[in-house]
């Protein structure tokens, strides 16, 4: 995807006078340990960052060189996490969305447009427009998806510091073969997610 086209869907609320529009993406959302993060990030219309995509298409070192970028030339950013209890309480979907909350709550300047990846829509209080398959489409989406894809990356490898047993600053979280023999020989640490255990530990 070049960037001119990653500014499509941006150029197209462009047109109808929308201003300040703004990418929001999570990272997270399936890992049996750890928060999710999510992002929100205004970049000024039309800026050009090569190399600029979809997170999971890209290795981890890209990731990390657009990262400072990100966070030095966008107009606004804010990164919101909710934890493993809180997903727990409420579930994956709706702590997904307090996460996205809590990152438009850190914007400095109110976008008059909010582009969401994927498919569930959620009253932010300013208009929103959820775009399938939006962090390899829009621009913004794709800023939000670093910053939290990298965000998340470093929390779990400091988690790891603390629960060296489980391995999370290689898997982050995610159900790899190694993840789960760590659970079978030391049980779940307090940063697991109880309500994504339930069936490894046949609970009902």
Known sequence: MSLENMWQIEDSFYAQGYQVICGVDEAGRGPLAGPVCAAAVILPKHLEIPGLTDSKKMTDKKRRELFPLIQEQAVAYGIGLASQEEIDEINILQATFLAMERALSQLNVRPDMVLIDGNRERDFGV??????????????????????????????????????????????????????????????????????????????
Request: hydrophobic letters at 35%; charged letters at 20%.
């Open 127 to 204: 208009p929103v427009q959820t775009v399938i398959k939006g962090d390899s489409l829009s621009a913004n989406i794709a800023a939000a998806s670093i910053l939290a894809k990298v965000t998340r990356d470093n929390l779990m490898m400091e988690l790891a510091q603390q629960y060296p047993q489980y391995g999370f600053e290689i898997h982050k979280g995610y159900g790899t073969k190694a993840h789960y023999e760590a659970l079978r020989q030391y049980g779940a640490s307090p940063i697991h997610r109880r309500s994504f255990l339930k069936k490894f530990y046949g609970e009902k």
